[in-house]
């Protein structure tokens, strides 16, 4: 079972808010689904190659080039966001 | 379908305007029922299209076979200037700033879009009972889920609410709700279609594919949607200058199926056992050859996806934090809320995003945390391959392989929610094909009940061309038993 203080920790790493009782009901579900997965572990010696090329059977490079962008497309872009200053996407203070 | 209607319009029999209308009234009716749309475009820019291409008919142009033929997109794919929700609430005022490239790729071929389906959200589900906005309906029997994550695609084909539909598929969600609903739904070979304007989930995994009624309908739409693409480096180039709708020759004597035992556990419904026997009988009546075969590592495949898809969820879904994209949450006295930018997110997520969503980005950060990657993330890797050289294997003996697509047919609406493992298992006869990048499609092959069965046909990396021929012969047979009877 994935203890209370994994979970908070977790959560943070994650960058989600979680209540008391969320926390539990993680805690439940995520020792659940990890004991699931824990199957893997029966592979325990097994060397594979190539497991990078799983999928990626092309990669099509594009040219170096900068992509034109209508205004159009720049307007919707700064209407999707929360706050905006001088065309630009306003955030917190970081440091 | 699409060619029967394609044929009326060249005639004159009906016109664009009409069809488009016809299936507006039809969502206007029905829609309240079933709950296939969240998002519906304009009537007027709808009908705009449709006229254009009544305007090239009286012209006497030739028009392509998509032209004027009304569908549906799933809400994780981006249509220009409309709302695009993925079914979470932290996208609730987000619109699409560009098409998706299968978007535009449709454009260019004149189809009509009607809307944008529901979902679960962010394609995290199995019934499309995890989006933020409504419980979408199965048509067979409003009592039952439509399958997920893609059920409003499915749904909106299946109760005739668009002639064809497109989702997304990362463990299943577009064969799952295709089979639960009674429709073809195809997941194409990994690199097929370009990903670009499709909200990553797992992109290693992620691949757009098609709703539609008949197997020649998604070879149409297929057809037009794949190719290479600048946008998105693994979207392969298309070698042939045949249409897929151009490979239905009804002919498979000789083709080699394959059929895996590892897809056929004592947990399967008997019904659904006796369907695909019927069709095994089937195909074998057309001349094809069955072979029993074996993939070993199947069993694994569930394990391997519930660590890799959440691995890759957790990275995809850390943009969406209320400030790149989403909305920042609201405190109840109407001040942006958090003291400093780490309280704005933990907020913004918490209160945008939902339950599902939550597990596996949390599932996800632990199995990539310090110390845990290897014993998850490397190993779920290393398995992968395996589970692809399963395939490599088993494709130098057999041409496709047929499976069923669900263990079980569509279950009730709420069954499954409180309990997320339950759920994920839905999915495992489909996460093969995921994992391994191959190309599937589910295809209807009986009834229990009056709720459908859908049988899966998987073939090599891009041959879509020998999958869908065999799943058209298989579906014209059952055509001619239904019609004798």
């Not at chain 2, 705009?48 to 028009?63: F, S």
């Not at chain 2, 392969?236 to 490979?247: H, I, R």
């Not at chain 2, 918490?350 to 950060?365: A, D, F, I, W």
Request: aromatic letters at 6%.
């Amino acid at each position: 079972m994935l203890d209370a203080q994994t979970v908070e920790h977790i959560a943070h790493l994650a960058r989600i808010g979680i209540t008391e009782e969320e926390r539990t009901q993680y805690q439940g579900d995520l020792t659940r689904i990890l004991d699931f997965v824990d199957e893997l572990k029966a592979f325990e010696n097994i060397e594979v190659k190539n497991t990078e090329s799983a999928l990626i059977r092309y990669a099509v490079p594009r040219t170096d080039t900068a992509l034109i962008h209508d205004g159009k497309e720049r307007e919707r872009i700064l209407e999707n966001m929360p706050e905006v200053a001088e065309g630009a996407l306003k955030v917190r203070q970081v440091l | 379908m699409i060619r029967q209607l394609h044929q009326q319009l060249v005639e004159g029999k009906i016109t664009a305007e009409a069809l488009a209308l016809e299936y507006l009234s039809r969502i206007e009716k029905n829609d309240k029922e079933i709950g296939a749309y969240l998002t519906l475009l304009e009537k007027e820019g709808i009908l705009e299209r449709a006229r254009q291409v009544d305007t090239k008919i009286a012209r006497g142009e030739e028009i392509d076979l998509l032209e004027g033929i009304p569908g549906a997109i799933k809400d994780n794919i981006l249509v220009e200037g409309v709302r695009a929700t993925a079914g979470s609430k932290i996208l609730e005022n987000y619109t699409a700033p560009h098409d998706a490239t299968v978007v535009t790729r449709l454009k260019e071929a004149g189809a009509v879009f009607l809307g944008k389906t529901n979902m679960d959200e962010f394609a995290m589900g199995s019934s499309t009972e995890n989006s933020a906005y409504q419980v979408t309906k199965n048509p067979r029997d409003i009592t039952r889920v439509p399958g997920g994550s893609s059920g409003g695609s499915a749904a909106a084909v299946a109760s005739g609410m668009a002639v064809w539909s497109l989702g997304s598929d990362t463990g299943g969600s577009i064969r799952q709700p295709a089979a639960f609903c009674g429709i073809v739904g195809l997941k194409p070979t990994y690199g097929r279609v370009s990903r670009s304007g499709l909200m990553a989930m797992a992109s290693s995994l992620d691949q757009i594919g098609t709703f539609t009624e008949s197997v020649e309908d998604a070879a149409i739409l297929l057809s037009r949607i794949a190719g290479e693409d600048p946008m998105d480096n693994t979207a392969a180039p298309t070698l042939t200058n045949k249409s897929f709708e151009d490979e239905l020759i009804g002919d498979i004597k000789g083709v080699r199926i394959g059929i895996p035992e590892e897809y056929m556990s004592d947990s399967i419904d008997p019904s659904i056992r006796e369907a695909l026997q019927a069709a095994k009988k089937n195909l074998e009546s057309l001349g094809a050859v069955l072979v029993p075969v074996s993939l070993p590592h199947t069993k694994m495949a569930l394990a391997v996806y519930y660590v890799l898809m959440p691995a890759e969820v957790s990275s995809n879904i850390a943009r969406l934090d209320g400030i790149r994209f989403g909305v920042t949450h609201t405190d109840t006295d109407g001040q942006k809320s958090g003291d400093s930018l780490l309280d704005t997110y933990l907020k913004n997520r918490e209160h945008g995003l939902g339950k599902e969503v939550k597990r596996r980005v949390m599932l996800g950060t632990y199995a990539l945390s310090s110390g845990y990657y290897d014993a998850y993330y490397g190993k779920a890797d290393r398995v992968r391959a395996l589970i692809r050289q399963d395939f490599e294997e088993v494709f130098k003996t057999v041409d496709v392989l047929f499976t069923p697509t669900t263990p079980e047919v569509a279950f009730p609406v709420g069954e499954k929610t409180t309990d997320p493992l339950t759920m994920y298992l839905s999915d495992i006869y489909t996460v093969t094909a995921n994992l391994a990048g191959v190309p599937a499609l589910s295809l209807p092959i009986g009834d229990k009940d009056g709720l459908p069965i859908g049988g899966q046909f998987l073939s090599k990396w891009f041959d879509e061309e020998g999958l869908l021929r065999v799943a058209h012969a298989l579906e014209q047979k059952q055509e001619e038993i239904k019609k004798a009877k």
